[in-house]
């Protein structure tokens, strides 16, 4: 079982829409939560971090299960420059090392 | 402030040919990291550096040697390229202190192709 799972997509949908991504992790010791954001054949960028409690940052709302080791991501009103790969980034830290655990990625397309 | 560079930025080789990858930072982070990028696979360290003078294997390290040059640099190097070795690199670094994780930057990634 991979440590980080996610549906790869890709999620088509058009301009308005809400779309809802979702995440699995396997290790119970992980601490914190990203979703970072990959435009096409460029570099991975932290687009936000997700707390238990949930959070949001403009269209973008993020939420954590601990009990079910799930996280995901919901874009509202979805926008053509939503347009993306959605990472699910999982990081832990072992007092000795830390590590960061990326998904493979979710691909979005916002159409007209 | 340039972020996180990395040279080149494509590259195709033989197989058996040798390169060397280069990356700088300039936000005085003291961790930095290298990683392969597939299709399917998702980003996999190679080698990381937790601070200069140190090196250590990630996931997938075999192929591979680095040096942490200083501070600001950490180069990787292809001894003898492979078809496998196919992909697209991406450097990052960020600064580790204490429990807490401090946001990762990736440079812009070198996309090589072994023949």
């Known amino acids: 079982r991979k440590e980080v799972e996610q549906d790869p997509g890709p999620f088509n949908v058009p301009e308005g829409a809400t779309v809802a991504f979702n995440c699995t992790y396997s290790?119970?010791?992980?601490?914190?939560f990203f979703w970072y954001r990959q435009d096409c054949r460029k570099e991975p960028k932290l687009l936000m971090s997700v707390y238990s409690s949930g959070n949001e940052d403009g269209r973008f709302t993020a939420q954590l299960n601990r009990a079910s080791q799930y996280i995901s991501l919901l874009i509202r009103d979805s926008k053509l420059s939503d347009s993306a790969t959605y990472l699910c980034?999982?990081?832990?830290?072992?007092?000795?090392?830390?590590?960061?655990?990326f998904g493979t990625g979710t691909r979005l397309q916002v159409t007209l | 402030n340039a972020g996180v560079t990395q040279t080149p930025k494509f590259q195709v080789l033989k197989t058996g040919q040798s390169m060397t990858l280069q990356c700088a930072q300039d936000?005085?982070?003291?961790?930095m990291y290298w990683y392969r990028q597939d299709p399917g696979m998702g980003l996999r360290l190679i080698y990381y550096?937790?601070?200069?003078?140190?090196?250590d294997k990630g996931e997938v390290p075999n192929g591979y040697n680095v040096s942490r040059l200083n501070k600001r640099e950490f180069s990787l190097r292809l001894e003898s390229a492979a078809p496998s070795q196919t992909s697209v690199y991406f450097c990052?670094?960020?600064?580790?202190?204490?429990?807490?994780?401090?946001?990762?930057?990736f440079g812009p990634g070198t996309r090589l192709t072994v023949l």
């Open positions: 550096s937790a601070s200069e003078g140190t090196t």
């Open positions: 290790n119970s010791a992980s601490q914190s």
């Open positions: 980034v999982v990081y832990e830290n072992t007092g000795t090392a830390s590590k960061l655990t």
């Open positions: 990052a670094s960020r600064w580790v202190a204490g429990d807490s994780y401090n946001e990762q930057f």
């Open positions: 936000m005085n982070h003291n961790s």
